[in-house]
């Protein structure tokens, strides 16, 4: 076993030996700046040229062979700025002008390549069309925006001054919203800290709520990906396989390590409504209907058990799966040392109820007399609770064949090799190469429960945490969420505008599309207080998040808005009162995580150019802005929060009272990492640290195993939750999901009228990244537009050609409401005939590129009750009927 | 002398045309030019659906049409493979391409400087790199390749002359391998020389079997693919790009 | 007046200017002064001003209207000096006065060919220089092009030159305003006996090399298309003598046309009698109907025996987007074949019927030299892109009338400089 795995990894390294020579040459050749001489050859190209008609063949000569020799060449390390692994990157330079990016070979996450968006941002960074100076609104918000140019003195003085009105009266109702941002320590830590303000993130239309269910079940931040390395049977359970990330990367990592497996031998299930996500690369695909997820993880659940899958061990030991529940769902608890109460195990020696841990093999199965009352094994519970959930039950739910649905249960149960183990780095470990690919799986009603069933499906056969099995994080960290989720809080009101703590919500984590809905009405969340001042970085929430008519509603509350982006975002077109320009990727910005999964790294981005126009990076911004404001020196202020999010101390520590360069910071931290400083990267680009040992990565190793984290099947705090809430007053439709263990129920969005027969689902696509790639032109050409995947039945039963215009309308079936746009039909038999699909990259209007590209899903997908998760996450499902478009609007 | 092949894994292609786009960077080709193309193809018929994807580099072929029909010997190839453009003798007749049965010629309607990507003659750019189109422009595509030196590397050089995939020429003569395979995220394009023995193309064309395009023209294509299938009458292509300028 | 007088002794209306003349040469020079302006703009903005677009990814057609009428010039240029070396090889003296039309004919159409390449190369200046000094013979564009454009216009103009003589030195012994032109043509000729012999002998080997040499051009102007593995629909044998048949049909028609028109103009019988037009008229049948056999033949071997690309062209040819072309081509060849069979059995000829065949049967033959160049370019690709389309721009269809307005000039002005038919032996000595 042991020598397979060394095997696996060799063949891994084979399959990946693409780094390409040249980028490797390159790395040599960093520091030496190259001259090239302008050879005789050159000069007689040019020369030559004009050899017909000499004058004349200018008429036909372009500047693009114009260029002058000789030349001096040399190469920046830097990282994409694109995308959300930062993957590293090569600048390539003419006399200090950038002419190309390529992979920078020694980042382990993209082993010198680069996708599509890695290579075409170069075309992004000579945009013309960038916010070139600071900018101060001169007309009313919420329509198109006109602009003065102006100075950054003013445009930060004037940001300051309305920043401190409110600090002065309430530092929380000043609100720094960001989105897929980066170096988080500057950022969220730091400058949030630093001026005292709340933050608010994207993640609640990212996976938070699969990180919650995660932090919630095994105490780990993340959702699911495998030990690719090892995995020989794979559940690609809604993973974009040939578009976007899956579990913590952008991508390209992803497919390394995916085609690396394959040529192991490694088969995979797609389950995805959409076939274009996996290609060629799904050897099974199981088209679900969109939302239905926990009804076939549940169904996956009951068939292990009926056929006996099961890790034992595992679930004795690391699961609360022996606890014993009473009638009343709670678990039993005994009196332990002191006051404290322990929670209850069965003992079949002394057939009675002991302190869990206490003894070695309590039951795991089993109903019990005691104590007058009857308790049962968490386990217990959970196999009445799945009995119903057979394959024929889940198949009418699912649209998946229920032989289908055993089929891949026994195959998953059958590649688990329940009981065998694996020598790693020395250590034996079990081994279970099956695992499950998921990410988005959590933007859906269900989402918790959903990613809280799949990975009870992965726990029953023992595979969290083993080789070939389910990974969540890159090393096995227990997250600061997981001892409180087990008593979850649930206040009265009045509760922050977050409704953290509150009755609808009480695991929350910020949903800025709630926020925008609190905004609007605050009383009906009973919230006193809402924010008045918002700076948004890296986000842009009227292009990126659904929906677009709340989000407007909520930012019209704002009495003052900063706006940070290299580009006029859309919000900041409608809402910004002062636009501050940032740089692309011309700027210092870090430690940025580099780790493949299997070596740790860490990268800086270096700037391979100075800022273009007068944008600036952020951490200049911020070095800037806090100064004005006032808190940029001192116990407390920024460069002190740098101080501690950097932990910079002694020598390294940041002298309170000096306003340091961007530059010197990185330096001291590369000084302070043991390395002669941040002229390091700028060598090497990246600071690879070897291989993450196996007691880091897998959760059996570790010490304590799986960190001492007892693994929830049995979610009682939950149950808890929902009896308060209930108490509390709220409704229904806040508490339904607050259960002990996954419970499916009918999708609110199913409740629309049948006249809404189509399931509009929305995903990423390849050339595009997120909201702020489809002005790129490069990009553009590649991907030009809003599309409506439909299947071509679907299509014909609608007289709808491939390429003609079709409205797309939504209904909410709580609401009743109803939107539509308009999109082109793009015929694809891999989709569901159920199912339409779209991307969510377009539908922006700043920018001349995105002219007439057309409309984004987010603009008809709904916020609020009946489509969000009961954690407060967008869910991106929405009921719709398609119709031709010809002749009207 | 070595000669040259490129050999594409259809069983690791994910289809993201990241070597459509380092193609046009390195080559500073204009829009709506794709030497290399990559096609995404469904056929079957739901749910029995199979998609494949299909990257297409010019051929570089051993028996090459295009160099047959050239009627000023502007189209030529190289003892080591290339079939190369002399950008200074093409008159624009486009029988080249016409010729070609793989659709990988492309002809420069306008002046390059038209069909740029965006409205570069900006200060603020011009500042940094001079003026120069694309500001990204790449010098090693001025210089003259090979011994018979002819402008032959890289695209956006005249109005009116024929373009195509050069097999990175300017690279190639570097030592480099060419962008497209560069960039390639998962090893899907691998580069060499077919006659050296330890070489990686070699060993897959020993190691797995492969087909070659429209090998029945009788072409006799350098680009061999490994894996998959070749495309049938019932491939569909779907993503197709903003192609029309 | 005394020089109207003296004019007026000039035969075949040589120098004569006519009003109607007069406006018709107007005209012509307006509609080519357009074309020029539309050729400026595709000169220095490029070709993207023509509805032409690479084939493949950019779903277009490379080569559109401008080579379809390169092969529609050469064809009539072909028929043209066929039927001229013919006349004066078996010496058919009742078809005589066709002989100088059919070689002014043929020396237009082939310039007018000249000028519509050019017009399609996107480097043209470099094209008229680089054909010449990088010509390599094994391209089929060589054979056609640079080889027939200019080795057989050479040819027949020395030929045209070699038959006008005589006709210059009669009309130079006349006193006009144009007799300095007639002794540069005549050059010293007076037709004495002996130069008389000599001269038919040379016009005679002449005729001969003429002849087998544009027989191989022509064929190699099908090959341009017959040879292409790159592109379906073209592969086809039958390509080279196929086209062979339609040039002479469209040649033919043009012939005929322009014979009624000289007819109509002659004050006195120039010998342009009924026989003549017979005559012509059963030459075009016999191509039409050889043409005809061709085209379904043709037919049959792509719709039964093609390959799957193929029968995909043939279907836009037959039902899809350019059906409305060929189906009105295949009337307009068909419908004059009919007319003229019915014709030739009842032995009666009708001029303006002929004439009305002969515009038929041209744009018939044009619209057939269009769907061999574009369809097989936007359909039926061998890799699986998406269909194309082509449409051309006004800067085609102008610079395309303005070659057609050009020919017309030449040759109206040729008419008032030379007798376009020619004196007879006897007579004026
Ligand atoms: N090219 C590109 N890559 C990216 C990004 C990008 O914008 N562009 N974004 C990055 C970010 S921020 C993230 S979070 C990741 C996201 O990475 P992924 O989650 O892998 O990708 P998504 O496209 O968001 O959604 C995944 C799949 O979910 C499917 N799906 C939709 N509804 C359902 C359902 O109800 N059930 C099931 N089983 N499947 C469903 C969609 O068809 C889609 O194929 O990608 C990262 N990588
Ligand atoms: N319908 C639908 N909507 C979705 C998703 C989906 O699957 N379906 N995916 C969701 C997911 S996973 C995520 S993570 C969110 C992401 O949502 P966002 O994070 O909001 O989207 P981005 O487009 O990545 O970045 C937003 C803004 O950052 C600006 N920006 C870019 N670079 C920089 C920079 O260097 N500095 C600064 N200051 N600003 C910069 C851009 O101009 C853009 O306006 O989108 C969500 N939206
Ligand atoms: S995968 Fe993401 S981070 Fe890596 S190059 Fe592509 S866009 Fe950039
Ligand atoms: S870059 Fe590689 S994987 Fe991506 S499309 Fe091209 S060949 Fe395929
Ligand atoms: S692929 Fe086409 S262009 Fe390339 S060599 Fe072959 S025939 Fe010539
Ligand atoms: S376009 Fe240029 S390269 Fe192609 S055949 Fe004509 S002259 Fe040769
Ligand atoms: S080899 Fe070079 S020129 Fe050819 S497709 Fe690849 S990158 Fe483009
Ligand atoms: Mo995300």
Known sequence: MACEQEEARGRRNGALGVVPPPIGRWALKLTRRRFIQGSAAAGAAIAGSGFLFGGLDSIVRSPAAKSQLPFVEDFIPTMCWVGKQDCGMMARRIDGRVVKFEGLAGNPRNAGTLCPKGQAQIGAIYDPNRVKTPLIRTNPKGTTGRWREVSWNEALALTAEKVNEVRARSPKMVLWQKGRSKAEKFYDDAFVNAIGSSKLGHGAYCSDAGYRALEYTIGLHGVQHPDMRSTNYLLAWGWNITNAGGNKFCWITWPQQLVAARERGMKVVHIDPRLRSAGPFADTWLPIKPGTDLALALALCQQLIEMGYLDRPYLTTYTNAPHLVGDDGLILRLPGEGDEMVEAVWDPASAGPVRAGSIESPALEGTFEHAGGSCRTAFEVFKAHVVGYTPEWAADITGIAAGDIRTIARDFGDHAMIGSTMVVDGIEIPYRPVSIMSYHMAQQELGFQALRAMTIVTMLVGAVGAVGGVMSDFTWKIHKNYEPFGDLRVDDPPYDFTLKNSKFFPINTGFPGMVAKVMADPGRYGVEEIPEVAILHMVNPMASFPDRKQIMEGYDKFKFVAVISPWLSETADYYADVVLPSATIEKYEGPINASDGYIDATALRIPPMEPLFESRGEIDIYLDLTEAIGTLFGEGGYLDEINKGLTLEGEFALPLYVKPTVREIFDRWARSQGLEGVSYFEEHGVQVKGPIAADKRYGYAVDPPFGGALHRLYGESLLVAQRTMRDKGAEEIYWQDYTALPTWRQLTFDRSPPEYDLTLISYKQIEHKQSRTSFVPLLAELSPGSRVDINPSTAAARAIGHGDPVWVESQNAITGETRRIESVAAITSSIRPDTVGMPHHFGLWTHPVNRGQGASPNEIFYTGEGYMGQTADQSFHVKVRVYPARGEG | ?245 | MSTATQEARLPRGVGRLTRGWTIFILAMVAISALGWIAYIREFTQGMTVTGMRNVGTMGGATWGLYITFVVYFVGVSFAGITIAAVIRLFKLDHLRPLARMAEVLTVVSLILGAIAIVADLGQPLRGMINLFRYARPQSPFFGTFTLVISGYLFASLVYLWLTSRRDAAVLAQRPSRLRWIHKIVAAGYTDTPAERERHSKTTFWLAISILPMLVVAHSTLGFVFGLQVGRPGWYSALQAPAFVVLAGVSGTGVLIVLAAIVRKMMVRDVGLNLQVFAWLGRFLMLLLFVYVYFMVTELLTSTYAGSERELQVTREMLWGEYSWIFWSAVIMLVIPLLGLTIQAIRRSWSIPWLVVSGIAVNLGAIGKRYLIAVPSQTHGQLLPYVDGSYTPTWVEFAVVASLLAFGALVIGVFMKVLPIVELEETGHA
């Open chain 2, 1 to 245: 002398m070595a000669k040259y092949a490129m050999a594409v894994d259809l069983d690791r292609c994910q289809g993201c045309r990241a070597c459509m786009e380092a193609c046009k960077i390195e080559n500073n080709t204009v829009q709506s030019v794709f030497w290399m193309y990559v096609f995404r193809l469904e056929s079957g018929e739901y749910p029995d659906t199979k998609m494949s994807f299909l990257p297409r580099p010019c051929q570089h072929c051993d028996n090459a049409p295009c160099v047959k029909v050239c009627p000023v010997g502007a189209r030529y190839k190289r003892q080591d493979g290339l079939v190369l453009t002399d950008f200074e003798r093409c008159i624009g007749c486009r029988y080249c391409e016409l010729a070609c049965p793989y659709g990988v010629n492309y002809f420069n309607w306008t002046k390059p400087e038209r069909r740029q990507y965006l409205d570069f003659d900006d200060p603020g750019i011009a500042a940094v790199t001079g003026g120069v189109l694309p500001p990204y422009q790449n010098p090693d595509l001025a210089v003259k390749h090979g011994e018979e030196q002819r402008l032959t590397a890289g695209g956006g050089h005249f109005k009116g002359v024929m373009e195509k995939c050069t097999f990175c020429v300017h690279r190639v003569e570097k030592g480099l391998q060419p962008a497209c395979v560069a960039t390639c995220p998962v090893g899907a394009l691998v580069f060499g020389d077919v006659e050296d023995e330890s070489g990686e193309v070699a060993r897959m064309l020993r190691d797995r079997a492969h087909f070659r395009l429209l090998e029945e023209a009788g072409t006799r294509p350098s680009v061999m693919y490994f894996g998959g299938a070749p495309p049938t009458g019932d491939s569909k292509e779907i993503e197709t790009v903003k192609a029309r300028v």
